[in-house]
């Protein structure tokens, strides 16, 4: 059963920081691209970060460019979302996700193959 565990969500004050963290379970890691979207109430999904491994390659949305970090540690099947600078606009529920790769991650509508149960980010004013 493939399984995406999001955690590290919270609330935090405009300029903060805030790091998530998603375990992968029930695929080969190494050869799904993991990334992250974002959905907010009464918003369409975002695309937000991905890393693929097999292709060495990290992406961002034009929005968290410069201020989101994506990492991921293969031997424990975990990807990190660090999180800078966290704006009032950056509030919404932050989804893990895999697929075959980020194309179909980092865009304007995600469609990944899996996703998870989403992490709540709120960053207030």
């Known amino acids: 059963e493939v399984q995406l565990v999001e955690s590290g969500g919270g609330l935090v004050q405009a300029g903060g920081s805030l790091r998530l963290s998603c375990v992968a379970s029930g695929f080969t890691f190494d050869d799904y691209a993991i990334g992250w979207f974002r959905q907010a109430p009464g918003k369409e999904r975002e695309g937000v970060s991905c890393?693929?491994?097999?292709?060495?390659?990290?992406y961002y949305a034009d929005s968290v460019k410069g201020r989101f970090t994506i990492s991921s540690d293969n031997a424990k099947n975990t990807v990190y979302l660090k999180m800078n600078s966290l704006k009032p606009e950056d509030t919404s529920v932050y989804y893990c996700?895999?697929?075959?790769?980020?194309?179909?991650?980092?865009?304007?509508?995600?469609?990944?193959?899996?996703w998870g149960q989403g992490a709540q980010v709120t960053v207030s004013s």
């Open positions: 890393i693929s491994y097999r292709a060495g390659n990290t």
């Open positions: 996700a895999a697929a075959p790769g980020c194309h179909t991650i980092v865009v304007r509508t995600p469609r990944p193959s899996y």
